[in-house]
Nanobody, 124 residues
Framework: QVQLVESGGGLVQAGGSLRLSCAAS????????MGWFRQAPGKEREFVAG????????YYAGSVKGRFTIFRDNAKNTVYLQMNSLKPEDTAVYYC?????????????????WGQGTQVTVSS
């Protein structure tokens, strides 16, 4: 089983930036698509960004496109989410997830392994 550990969350003012990291264990990372999701209190978990196995294909939710960037370093078994121009509505627990295939998906059900989550709080 793959273990995913997120880090980099915290409290930031609106307009600020954070970079989330997700470190994966095991030899399958470099052939796995990865995704970032978030869940705010009282809301369902939602897709934020996805990246294919090589990093050559990415996709973003409309609410974060142009502000967030997903990228990966297969040599370090790590996927990142650079978040700029943060807004209070970005406040949520952010999760990284791994698919047992090479292409990303926007569906929560398409992912096989999940991290424990990291809290991001954006103050106004």
């Amino acid at each position: 089983q793959v273990q995913l550990v997120e880090s980099g969350g915290g409290l930031v003012q609106a307009g600020g930036s954070l970079r989330l990291s997700c470190a994966a264990s095991g030899p399958t990372f470099s052939t796995s698509a990865m995704g970032w999701f978030r869940q705010a209190p009282g809301k369902e978990r939602e897709f934020v960004a996805g990246i294919n196995w090589s990093g050559g294909s990415t996709y973003y939710a409309g609410s974060v496109k142009g502000r967030f960037t997903i990228f990966r370093d297969n040599a370090k078994n790590t996927v990142y989410l650079q978040m700029n121009s943060l807004k209070p509505e970005d406040t949520a627990v952010y999760y990284c997830a791994r698919r047992s295939t090479t292409g990303w998906s926007t569906s929560v059900r398409a992912y096989d392994d999940w991290g424990q989550g990291t809290q991001v709080t954006v103050s106004s």
